[in-house]
């Protein structure tokens, strides 16, 4: 059922506008709370070195193309992706500002304290829970409504125009991604499979049960 979902749902802790400077607390308390969730589903997928996420693998891929650090990649492509907001009738917010920092940040602590499990079985469970995490945090503050970060900014301005579900949106992102960036000599794993395939039902499996439990 959550596979159908085509819209964010709106809960009792929504923002009515996007571009709200002074939100609630509790807006504020579940946008940063989905985010951390979505930053420690990057860094674990990081850490089971099973793959990188896609959007990792375009900028790893692309780095080796220009000479660049795949850090300094990485905000040109969310500089062009915000760009591309302009066509989609998206605008940024609070969220979309917050999503890069906090992410970065949670990114680095599980680098920093999570160790890399040693057999392949307990890695692809840490891969399956990571994608997961991304997931369900991306629900969370996606129903915040403060704004999105830049790839979610462009699969929920996708789905409007094209009016198909989320999950399909998000996953024909995340394969593009991915495939350019191999195409490029990004790296790919099991786990950037695993993420572009699981990413679309993982985000609609967060915006169902947040819907669900605030309805």
Known sequence: MFLKIKNIPKVSWSS???LNLKPRLSTFFFLCFGLS???IGEGLLLVSYTGASPWS???QGISFKVNASIGIITFFISIFVISL???LSQK???GTILN???IAAMIDLCLNYVSTPESFILKMILAVAAVLLVGIGSGIYLVANLGPGPRDGLMTGLQ???NLPIAAVRAFLEITVVSIGWYLGGTVGVGTILFAFGIG???ALGLFIVGRIFR
Do not use: C, H, Q, Y
């Open 16 to 18: 009515e506008n996007p």
């Open 57 to 59: 693998v375009l900028a």
């Open 160 to 162: 409007k125009k094209t």
């Open 201 to 203: 039902p993982a985000v």
């Open 85 to 87: 907001w302009v066509f």
């Open 100 to 102: 890069a920092v906090i």
């Open 92 to 94: 940024p917010g609070i």
């Open 37 to 39: 969730l979505f930053g």
